[in-house]
Structures are given as C-alpha cells and as structure tokens.
C-alpha cells in the first residue's frame, strides 16, 4: 500500500527554497572565497620569484615554499570536489595541461569496436574506416630496477688450441654490481633531488632490492672521483673568465673527535654572461673548507685579475688590494634595507625601496642585450637615478643617529659605493650577486634533508659532484644522463686529449653506447 506524503503548504516551499537558496549561496560564496585565495597565492609567488633582490635569501625561499605548499593543498581540496561532485560515468574537469612533449616516447593502444571491425552490430553490412579520434595521457612507469648479465663466452681454435674470448667491459669498481647509469642515479638523487642515502636505500628495500647505505655511499665516491678530471676542467673555465660571481653558505660537518658537527663552507665561483648576451658556457665551480678563514678565497682565486662580485666579506679585501676589482651587490644593499621596512616601513624605507626597484626595472629591460645597449641604458637612464639617490642617503645620514639600525644599513651602502656604481659603466656586469646566490639555493635545500657532510673528504666530494650539476643545469644539459656517459668513458681510458668533448657544453651522448657497462 503506499503511503501519500502530506502537501506541503505554499509557505514551507517557499521557506525550504529560501534554506536551499541560502546553503547554495554560503556554498558559492566559500568557493568563490577559496578560488580567489588560490589566485593570490599565485600572485604572491610569481610576486617573490619576480624579485630580482634578496631572491636567494633562505628567509624569502621559505616564505615562496609555505606559500607553495598552501596553494597545492588548496588546489587538491579543490580537484577532490570537482571529482567528488562530477556526475557518475563523467570525467571532472581538472587544471588543463598544456600539450605533451614530442620527446616523450608513445605507446598507441587501438580500441575496436566490440562487435569487430568488419560487420556492422546493427544491419550485417561491411565497415569501411573514416578516421581515428585519438587522445594523449600522460602516463609513468614506476622506476623498475633490473640485472644486467654481462656473459662472455669462449671459444677454443680446433687446430691451434687458441682460446678467445670478448675483453672483459669497463668497470669503475672491482666486482662492482651497479651500471655506471646506477651510480649516476645515486649521485643526483642526492645532491639534486635533495634524497640522501638512507632513504634511497629505503625506497629501493620497498622495492626487495636491499643494498646497505654504505655501499651506496661508495658507489657515490666513485662517481665523484671519476669526475675529478671534468671538475678540474671547469674550474679551469671559470678562472680564466674576466668576471666571477662569488658567494658562500655554511655547511654542518661531523667532528667526531669532539663528539659534534663543525661548521665548514661551501664556496661557489659562477662564470655566467647571459644576461650580457655572451654565448659563452656558463660555468660554476664549487670548493668546500672546513672553515671561514679569508685564506680559502685568496688561495682559490689566486691568479684571478678581473671583476669580483661577491657580497661585503672582508675576505674579499686581500683580492681587491691585489689587482681584483670589486664589484659590490645591489640585493645586499637592498636587503638590509627591506629588513628595516619588513620591521617598521617608514617614508624613508619606502622611498629607498621604490628607487632602487627603478634600477632593476631598467636591468629587466636589457637583459641579455649586448654590453654596449646595456651601457648606453645604464648611462642614459640609471645613472642619474643613482645619483639622486645618493642624494637621498647622504640627507638621511646627516639626520639619523649614527648608532640606529637605519643608519648603519645606509652605510653599508654608502661605504661600498664606487663597488655599488661599477655596473654603471660596464655592460658586461651585474647589478647584484643573484647568480652565485642561485646557484647556492639547491645547497640550501639539500643541506635541510642531508643535514651534514660525513667529514671533510665529504665535503669536497659533494663539492665535486654540485660542481657537475650545476654546470650540466646551467647549460641545459640533463645531469644524469651526463654523468652516467661521461663516468663511463672516463673509466675507458678517455684520451686527455680530448677531455673538452666531455664538457657539458660540448657533451655529446653516444648512441652505440653498451647497455651492459657495468660498475
């Protein structure tokens, strides 16, 4: 029997549709409040990646990371409701993604009809094709980890008893059981995919491959030694360049006479003039010390006479007074400025900041423009900016107490201005020290995950191995596959004649290289 539900009156309709109404309007309302959040943490990490000054600073990139990390949780809350709210049998629409690369190689999966490409399911006929509708996916494949098995069969001559037999193939360690393209693996896992060893040995256990850290830690000290003769190389190209951007950051080192960590330095030496339109190779060579002393820069760019930029050490100083010339960091300046107004923003703060972004808004305009445009834009353009603003200092100065934290910001400007204003009159340099500080952000980030070099041999190991890294990133090059080739060859004898087709500029991969090449 069924049961008849009692009318509902004109009043309770009109009060359920006003509910509804209003549930569906809080809904959109927080969805709209959600989208437009999303759309400001875009703004605000394209904002601070724009920043051209204080970009490499640790405290700006963990502000772009968090902020990072908010957007991706916010955009995932948003996909899971558009998948949970899609109709059944309806694919959501998700972020669209842009065409996928050509490189990538393509497996074609043809779907037939079910009734067979012959007949038709409904009157018997013959089928002809019209065409194909055809879509791509992205899709992986989980890294798979396999055996090579390296056999080499003998032959005896019938008449002469002559044995023969395939040479045995290169090998980096004796007995050794990774590829050349493992250790490869191992190498950059860690020092540019920030994984340190232990947990590469976790990952590969969860797959039943159990291979003890240690021995991943000597199938990366073979790497790195193999690399020795390519690292000396482009420190050679990085010292015989008229202009080296120079920077450096701590790293933690096991002591364990002391039952601690020390603090050594990871020193970086950047030759790059892109931005000068040169199509010079970029270079960037890195040394490790086990402390700050100013005989690490002196004794590594002894010889060196061109320009120096590099931040206000006083380790410096022995250089500058040697030949070297200073050229001082806009960032820096800039920085210690910011740190003041990020504080308490003032007048003076506020007009500091908005001059000096002016310079960079000129830089922006003639980068990678030819020395002479950059020149004559800095000439006709920042030069009278500089000038007035140096006005502004010097008025300010006269004003503030000597002791107050504005005043001494000021003067770490005002102290380093002939280094400051050097760009000015040469296109070939910076306006700041950005290149180096970049090239120590991928430090910054590994150091968080592999917290400390096992001790000083470590350290100028991971040296060695950032050195290749950077260089092959810098240049376009993809560092493992890189690494793999150019340890192999090395371990075949590579003639020292021809060491400068191994460097990532020149680099070439083979492509009759043997797959069984095995460390």
Same mark, same amino acid.
């Given at each position: 029997?069924?049961?008849?539900?009692?009318?509902?009156?004109?009043?309770?309709?009109?009060?359920?549709?006003?509910?509804?109404?209003?549930?569906?309007?809080?809904?959109?309302?927080?969805?709209?409040?959600?989208?437009?959040?999303?759309?400001?943490?875009?703004?605000?990490? &394209? !904002?601070?990646?724009?920043?051209?000054?204080?970009?490499?600073?640790?405290?700006?990139?963990?502000?772009?990371?968090?902020?990072?990390?908010?957007?991706?949780?916010?955009?995932?809350?948003?996909? @899971?409701?558009?998948?949970?709210?899609?109709?059944?049998?309806?694919?959501?629409?998700?972020?669209?993604?842009?065409?996928?690369?050509?490189?990538?190689?393509?497996?074609?999966?043809?779907?037939?009809?079910?009734?067979?490409?012959?007949? $038709?399911?409904? $009157?018997?006929?013959?089928?002809?094709?019209?065409?194909?509708?055809?879509?791509?996916?992205?899709?992986?494949?989980?890294?798979?980890?396999?055996?090579?098995?390296? @056999?080499?069969?003998?032959?005896?001559?019938?008449?002469?008893?002559?044995?023969?037999?395939?040479?045995?193939?290169?090998?980096?360690?004796?007995?050794?059981?990774?590829?050349?393209?493992?250790?490869?693996?191992?190498?950059?896992?860690?020092?540019?995919?920030?994984?340190?060893?232990?947990?590469?040995?976790?990952?590969?256990?969860?797959? /039943?491959?159990?291979?003890? !850290?240690?021995?991943?830690?000597?199938?990366?000290?073979?790497?790195?030694?193999?690399?020795?003769?390519?690292?000396?190389?482009?420190?050679?190209?990085?010292?015989?360049?008229?202009?080296?951007?120079?920077?450096?950051?701590?790293?933690?080192?096991?002591?364990?006479?002391?039952?601690?960590?020390?603090?050594?330095?990871?020193?970086?030496? &950047?030759?790059?003039?892109?931005?000068?339109?040169?199509?010079?190779?970029?270079? %960037?060579?890195?040394?490790?010390?086990?402390?700050?002393?100013?005989?690490?820069?002196?004794?590594?760019?002894?010889?060196?006479?061109?320009?120096?930029?590099?931040?206000?050490?006083?380790?410096?100083?022995?250089?500058? !007074?040697?030949?070297?010339?200073?050229?001082? $960091?806009?960032?820096?300046?800039?920085?210690?400025?910011?740190?003041?107004?990020?504080?308490?923003?003032?007048?003076?703060?506020?007009?500091?900041?908005?001059?000096?972004?002016?310079?960079?808004?000129?830089?922006?305009?003639?980068?990678?423009?030819?020395?002479?445009?950059?020149?004559?834009? !800095?000439?006709?353009?920042?030069?009278?900016? @500089?000038?007035?603003?140096?006005?502004?200092?010097? &008025?300010?100065?006269?004003?503030?107490?000597?002791?107050?934290?504005?005043?001494?910001?000021?003067?770490?400007?005002?102290?380093?201005?002939?280094?400051?204003?050097?760009?000015?009159?040469?296109?070939?340099?910076?306006?700041?020290?950005?290149?180096?500080?970049?090239?120590?952000?991928?430090?910054?980030?590994?150091?968080?995950?592999?917290?400390?070099?096992?001790?000083?041999?470590? /350290?100028?190991?991971?040296?060695?191995?950032?050195?290749?890294?950077?260089? $092959?990133?810098?240049?376009?090059?993809?560092?493992?596959?890189?690494?793999?080739?150019?340890?192999?060859?090395?371990?075949?004898?590579?003639?020292? %004649?021809?060491?400068?087709?191994?460097?990532?500029?020149?680099? @070439?991969?083979? %492509?009759?290289?043997?797959?069984?090449?095995?460390?």
């Amino acid at each position: 029997m069924r049961v008849l539900e009692a009318p509902v009156s004109p009043a309770d309709a009109t009060a359920r549709i006003a509910a509804l109404e209003a549930s569906l309007a809080r809904a959109n309302a927080a969805l709209a409040a959600r989208d437009l959040l999303i759309d400001t943490l875009r703004g605000q990490i &394209a !904002r601070l990646r724009r920043m051209q000054f204080g970009a490499s600073s640790e405290k700006l990139g963990r502000e772009i990371e968090q902020l990072e990390l908010a957007l991706e949780e916010l955009e995932t809350e948003r996909d @899971v409701s558009e998948v949970e709210t899609a109709a059944p049998g309806v694919a959501p629409r998700l972020a669209p993604v842009r065409s996928l690369p050509e490189h990538l190689p393509r497996e074609e999966v043809v779907h037939e009809p079910a009734s067979g490409i012959c007949t $038709c399911p409904d $009157c018997g006929g013959a089928l002809r094709r019209l065409g194909v509708d055809a879509h791509e996916m992205l899709d992986i494949v989980p890294v798979r980890w396999r055996v090579v098995r390296d @056999v080499r069969p003998k032959y005896s001559c019938r008449s002469c008893e002559k044995i023969v037999q395939a040479p045995a193939p290169v090998s980096a360690v004796a007995r050794g059981k990774a590829t050349f393209a493992t250790l490869a693996h191992v190498v950059v896992s860690k020092f540019d995919h920030h994984l340190p060893l232990y947990r590469q040995a976790e990952m590969m256990a969860a797959q /039943g491959l159990e291979i003890d !850290r240690s021995t991943l830690a000597g199938w990366a000290g073979q790497a790195a030694a193999l690399l020795d003769p390519v690292v000396s190389r482009i420190r050679d190209e990085v010292l015989k360049t008229d202009k080296i951007h120079a920077d450096d950051t701590p790293v933690s080192v096991l002591d364990p006479g002391r039952g601690k960590t020390a603090t050594g330095r990871l020193w970086v030496y &950047a030759a790059d003039d892109q931005a000068s339109g040169s199509t010079t190779p970029p270079a %960037t060579w890195y040394r490790f010390t086990p402390d700050r002393t100013a005989a690490h820069p002196q004794a590594h760019l002894a010889g060196f006479r061109g320009f120096l930029q590099a931040d206000a050490y006083a380790g410096y100083d022995a250089l500058y !007074r040697g030949g070297v010339t200073e050229v001082a $960091c806009w960032a820096h300046f800039r920085r210690k400025v910011f740190d003041l107004h990020e504080r308490l923003s003032t007048p003076l703060t506020t007009d500091i900041l908005e001059r000096i972004g002016a310079l960079y808004a000129v830089e922006a305009e003639v980068r990678g423009q030819p020395p002479d445009v950059r020149r004559r834009a !800095r000439q006709e353009r920042s030069q009278s900016l @500089v000038d007035a603003l140096r006005e502004v200092l010097d &008025a300010a100065l006269r004003r503030l107490s000597p002791k107050s934290d504005m005043a001494k910001a000021i003067a770490y400007g005002t102290k380093r201005w002939p280094a400051l204003c050097r760009f000015l009159g040469d296109g070939r340099l910076e306006i700041d020290n950005n290149i180096a500080e970049r090239a120590l952000r991928g430090v910054a980030v590994g150091r968080r995950n592999w917290l400390f070099a096992g001790s000083r041999a470590g /350290g100028e190991r991971a040296a060695a191995i950032y050195t290749v890294i950077q260089t $092959c990133k810098a240049n376009g090059v993809d560092p493992q596959a890189y690494i793999a080739d150019v340890i192999a060859r090395v371990a075949g004898d590579w003639p020292a %004649t021809r060491w400068d087709e191994l460097m990532p500029w020149n680099w @070439v991969p083979q %492509t009759d290289q043997p797959t069984a090449q095995a460390a």
